[in-house]
């Protein structure tokens, strides 16, 4: 069965730092595709960034990049410069060869001024 | 593009009752699904759909239907509803670029209270 683990319920982070947010995740698939999303606190869910377990590259969108080590099975999204409109919770998932899909329990990220 | 509509935003059922939610996306996706999240909680997949004609179960498809006769539409269809249905539902469509990736679009959401 497919898993995901997000470790930090909290993270507190001083704006324009980076800040890293943990993900582990485990399957048996050979294939894979890894996902962050963001929901503020209007509840509304932004797709950020996506990862497919055959890429070389880690995965970069804008301010956002994944941290991809397959060995590892973790894929941890890093925010460089954060921004105050970063203050959300941040849900990691993966998508396994069904097309079946697990969600993590999510981060709190508050950026302070 | 409207990307991902859904309806209704809002939706108080009475224990027992049935209804649909709508969920329609204009840019031609092939991935669709529903997800429902409960208070302090992740999304969780109900049901998806890689293309028309074709659907399977997520991790809680119980007490929940769907179809996918066209590309554009996916509805969700409750058929008795429960008190443990009381949740947020969030509809998306996604497509796999030619560069690899992925890109995902998320509809408002439909806040669910069951009586």
């Known amino acids: 069965a497919q898993k995901i683990t997000q470790t930090q319920p909290g993270m507190f982070v001083q704006e324009k730092e980076a800040v890293t947010l943990d993900c582990t995740y485990d399957t048996s698939d050979p294939s894979y595709g890894l996902f962050w999303y963001k929901q503020p606190s209007s509840g509304e869910m932004i797709f950020l960034i996506y990862?497919?377990?055959?890429?070389?590259q880690n995965a970069t969108e804008g301010r956002y990049s994944l941290n991809f080590q397959k060995a590892r099975k973790s894929a941890n999204l890093v925010i460089s410069a954060s921004q105050l409109g970063d203050s959300a919770m941040y849900f990691c998932?993966?998508?396994?060869?069904?097309?079946?899909?697990?969600f993590g329990a999510g981060t709190r990220l508050t950026v302070k001024p | 593009n409207a990307g991902v509509t859904q309806t209704p935003k809002f939706q108080v059922l009475k224990t027992g009752q049935s209804m649909t939610l709508q969920c329609a996306q204009d840019?031609?996706?092939?991935?669709m699904s529903w997800y429902r999240q409960d208070p302090g909680m992740g999304l969780r997949l109900i049901h998806y759909s890689v293309g028309a004609g074709i659907t399977d179960q997520g991790e809680v498809p119980n007490g929940y239907n769907v179809s996918r006769s066209t590309t554009e539409d996916f509805p969700l269809r409750l058929l008795s509803a429960a008190p443990s249905q009381t949740s947020v539902y969030f509809c998306?469509?996604?497509?796999?670029?030619?560069?690899?990736?992925?890109?995902?679009?998320f509809g408002p959401g439909t806040r669910l209270l069951v009586l």
């Open positions: 998306a469509s996604s497509y796999s670029g030619d560069w690899g990736g992925e890109t995902q679009y």
């Open positions: 990862q497919g377990s055959y890429d070389q």
């Open positions: 998932a993966m998508r396994g060869e069904t097309g079946d899909m697990r």
């Open positions: 840019m031609n996706h092939e991935y």
